[in-house]
């Protein structure tokens, strides 16, 4: 049974860094392409990052991109997104979310989120 | 990027009653990549279904999907308590994937 599990929110100041984890089970992250995805409180879904499963290729939305990596480690099965350089905008809650076999950019099973402020 | 509009935002009915769900393009979807999800208040989303109209694993048959070029529709033929729950579509042909504004649907 796939679970994703993510930690790492918090409030943080604009300018600042913050890193999240998504800790997967039930699955291995380096056979399964994985997405980040973002919802602004009481607003609609954006899609954030996607790292394939060999993670050699990674891409972003424009909004985030220069500021946003995302990268896993196998030997923890986890997901990572490092958020630098961080702003108002980027407050939300972020899902870890694996792709669905039938398209890169199809998100299959969520994690719970984590709720990040930006915020001085 | 492809403009995903949803209408109406708001649908007020009653357990029982058929709901219909509609989400229009800004442009052509490619090879069939558009999918619904639903999500309840503090849960992550759900995909419900996937290339226009295939039911994701467990979705139970009452919801159905249709539609080709740039519109599409979500029905639930009738509604449980349980799916009383805000409705998003989203495209996932190219990047950047992109969602609706999505649909409250909310007991009358």
Redesign the interface.
Known sequence: QVQLVESGGGVVQPGGSLRLSCAASGFTVSTCGMHWVRQALGK????VAFIRYDGNNK?Y??SVKGRFTISRDNSKNTLYLQMNSLRDEDTAVY?C?TR?R???????S????TLVTVSS | EIVLTQSPATLSLSPGERATLSCGASQSVSSSYLAWYQQKPGLAPRLLIYNISNRATGIPDRFSGSGSGTDFTLTISRLEPEDFAVYYCQHYGTSPPTFGGGTKVEIK
Request: cysteine-free; hydrophobic content about 40%.
């Open positions: 609609g879904l954006e899609w891409y939305a424009d899902y979310a669905h039938s398209g890169w950019y199809l998100f299959d969520w994690g719970q989120g």
